[in-house]
């Protein structure tokens, strides 16, 4: 939704005296009243992203798209036509890039095939998901949350295209920070060793990363805390030099 301001107080008083949730080479974001406000910021990064966009209407468009877990903006505050804010409520949780859940694997396998389907969803609407990382999934009761999607982009290559690479961009990225693989690592047992080799093939298709997560969850059994798998998987092999 779009929200005409009379001028740029009428934004600050949104989030004055609030809470500074995180700073970026575009924007602030700030908590107040259970309410995110991202404003942007007059720097060189934010001043490319709104050459590359139409921000007024792009982000107009990303507000309709609802799909289950994928936050969009709620509004988009304007002053003089001009995008200087957008709002969300508030996601409460920790994000994977601050901390590994303490949750069963059952439980996040749940959580990840809530996800995919999502992004299935999301992809349909020829979205075209861009600068996720870790630190925009937030982890709560509800599942995994996608938050910060303002460079999430109506994509013309066709739904498709947009599946196979958001697919990877969100889950496959996600199921790295989760097992936190060193470099040359290799499993004792050759049959997850062989799923390892799938995993890390580029060209896999997400269900390499759910065969091997799935192989790992019959080792140690789906209770294990997931945010215990990355030193019990250094148990189960070893660093070939």
């Known amino acids: 939704m779009l929200v005409k301001c009379k001028d740029i107080k009428e934004i600050t008083d949104l989030y004055q005296d609030g809470i500074v949730l995180g700073k970026g080479t575009t924007a602030i974001v700030y908590l107040k009243n259970n309410k995110t406000i991202k404003v942007y910021q007059d720097s060189k990064a934010k001043k490319l992203i709104f050459q590359e966009f139409e921000m007024k209407t792009h982000l107009e ?22 995008v200087k804010a957008t709002g969300l409520n508030y996601i409460d949780g920790k994000t994977l890039w601050e901390e590994i859940p303490d949750i069963s694997m059952d439980l996040f396998l749940e959580y990840l095939e809530v996800l995919k389907e999502s992004v299935y969803k999301l992809s349909e609407n020829n979205i075209w998901v861009r600068d996720f990382f870790s630190g925009n999934a937030v982890i709560n009761k509800n599942g995994i949350n996608i938050i910060d999607t303002d460079e999430f ?4 290559l066709g ?27 290799h499993f004792s047992s050759k049959s997850l060793d062989l799923l390892l080799s799938d995993y890390s093939d580029i060209f896999a298709p997400i269900e390499a990363d759910f065969n091997l997560y799935n192989a790992l969850r019959s080792e140690l059994g789906g209770n ?12 189960l092999g070893n660093v070939k030099q």
């Open 61 to 82: 468009e990303l507000c309709q798209v609802k799909v289950k877990n994928i936050w969009t903006p709620n509004e988009v505050y304007l002053v003089d036509e001009e």
């Open 153 to 156: 982009y109506f994509s013309c």
């Open 159 to 185: 739904k498709e295209m947009c599946l196979e690479h958001n697919i990877i961009e969100i889950l496959h990225d996600i199921f790295d920070v989760t097992f936190g693989l060193e470099e040359n690592f």
């Open 224 to 235: 294990t805390s997931v945010k215990n798998l990355k030193n019990l998987i250094k148990t």
